[in-house]
């Protein structure tokens, strides 16, 4: 079987372009151990492309994380480094990245697994470099507010582009600077986690010996400290601005979410935020209630097509009374039976990684439930055939029960290691990091029960971006006062 053609071009140019250089730069490595300073700095620069990059314009970004790699590679061969780098997710990783490696023996598709298969490697890859540099407050600092940057001009620009094409009123929704509706959501999702976690909520531990704060004194000495921080605060007013501008662009981003219409956005960002705000208070746990409540109310009274989507989740006929037209998720459903079908069929090993929609195309007519079409009056599959819609799923389908539970354990792992670091420490930034990191986490679970999955280059790698970033700060010292 010749698989060189019908390998993607894009792919072939990629993996091309990573080995030459890779070899290249080996070499350099080998002979030139003196240039591990420049080779960390290109790793570096490359994480910072993909922070810029990846909410504007995917191939700037996937080319930094390319980047990166390669030159974290010769900058641990210049160190004459051999080892993985540890990180407390290395063990389910390991096992994910093996399972991927197996299902290429008995893929049905050799084409998709080396497509999604390749994907996932230098996904895992890049994780392991951003853990391993970002090894500074004043690097994760750096690349947060890059992020934070990008994030917030694409929410501007959705905001615009949803006025624009009347998305509150219509089935139009928006696909921000990268154009994509499946996608722009999350990404916005992550975006508010950040801003809200990481600017404008403290997450200091709160001091519970008031029984020790009494007497004359301490409230004489108490209001000559706040008299103090009165005169100070002057000097805070360009942070209060950041801070209200923030604000803005967290508000402005939920109406991103609402101009897209996107269910598996919300899945993740209302857990997300109602978790940010029980780790600060029970007070802003119940303040965030009230307005997620009023907010969705106010939706749901100006826009019938918001209401529909949402509440199609539930009964899938409304959508199709709303809009006219063939209810979505009927599809969705109908595609996971079709991935349990796979799945069963083939327990142990699935069908290869990738390749669920080359096997599913070609027994769709023979082994699959079909789901009946309103608008037609045929039993059709319409064009959500090329997989899950259901990462869940696709992940049981393609490499079976031993895949996915590997990948289950990466994922709980993701909410048990900064829950722990968010109890046991008292550092205002590693707290910050460890709450930020948790909220990422359920934003991603959340889209893969709908738009995502671990071969995404737009929502996994990113999600991987910040399981680095809490590796990297899980490693400073807590004797690491300054920046460095």
């Not at 000559?224 to 209060?240: N, Q, T």
């Amino acid at each position: 079987m010749n698989i060189i053609p019908i390998i993607s071009i894009i792919l072939i140019i990629k993996i091309l372009v990573i080995l030459f250089s890779s070899l290249f730069l080996v070499f350099l490595a080998l002979k030139k151990p003196e240039l591990s300073g420049f080779f960390e700095k290109a790793g570096l620069f490359g994480i910072f492309l993909f922070a810029l990059f990846i909410p504007l314009k995917d191939g700037f970004a996937i080319f930094g994380m390319v980047v990166a790699v390669v030159f974290f590679i010769a900058y641990r061969i210049s160190k004459r480094d051999f080892k993985l780098p540890y990180t407390v997710f290395n063990k389910p990783i390991i096992i994910y990245v093996f399972i991927v490696a197996l299902s290429f023996i008995w893929t049905y598709s050799i084409k998709d697994s080396i497509n999604e298969g390749g994907e996932i490697f230098y996904f895992f890859a890049f994780f392991f470099a951003a853990a391993s540099l970002l090894n500074t407050k004043k690097r994760i600092n750096f690349i947060v507010y890059t992020f934070t940057f990008s994030i917030s001009i694409a929410i501007i620009y959705g905001l615009f582009q949803g006025i624009f094409i009347n998305a509150l009123h219509s089935l139009n929704r928006v696909t921000g600077l990268i154009g994509n509706w499946t996608s722009f959501p999350v990404q916005v999702s992550y975006g508010l986690v950040v801003i809200t976690a990481y600017y404008l909520v403290s997450f200091k531990k709160q001091n519970n010996n008031k029984g020790l704060k009494k007497g004359l004194q301490y409230s004489l000495k108490n209001l000559l400290l706040r008299l103090g921080s009165f005169v100070k605060s002057f000097k805070k007013i360009p942070s209060l601005t950041l801070s209200f501008l923030l604000a803005i662009i967290v508000l402005l981003g939920f109406l991103d979410i609402v101009f897209s219409k996107a269910r598996s956005a919300w899945i993740g960002i209302i857990p997300a935020i109602f978790i940010l705000m029980y780790l600060r208070s029970k007070k802003f746990f119940l303040t965030a209630v009230i307005l997620f409540l009023a907010l969705n109310i106010g939706f749901f009274s100006i826009s019938k097509t918001f209401k529909s989507r949402m509440l199609a989740m539930f009964n899938p006929k409304i959508y199709k009374i709303e809009s006219k037209s063939h209810g979505d998720i009927e599809s969705h459903l109908a595609l996971i039976e079709s991935a349990w079908t796979v799945f069963k069929r083939f327990p142990l090993t699935g069908v290869g990684v990738g390749a669920f929609s080359k096997y599913f195309n070609e027994h769709k007519k023979v082994r699959f439930p079909w789901y009946y079409n309103p608008k037609t009056g045929k039993k059709l599959y319409d064009l959500y055939d090329n997989w899950p819609e259901n990462g869940y799923m696709q992940t049981l389908a393609e490499t079976g029960i031993f895949g996915f539970l590997s990948l289950i354990w990466l994922f709980i792992i993701a909410l048990r290691q900064p829950i722990k670091l968010f109890m046991s420490t008292d550092d205002k930034f590693k707290r910050k990091i460890a709450a930020m990191t948790l909220g990422t986490s359920v934003i991603f679970y959340g889209s893969f029960v709908g738009v995502s999955n671990m071969s995404n280059d737009e929502l996994t790698n990113l999600w991987l971006l910040f399981l680095a970033i809490f590796v990297a700060a899980l490693n400073i010292s807590n004797k690491d006062k300054n920046n460095q």
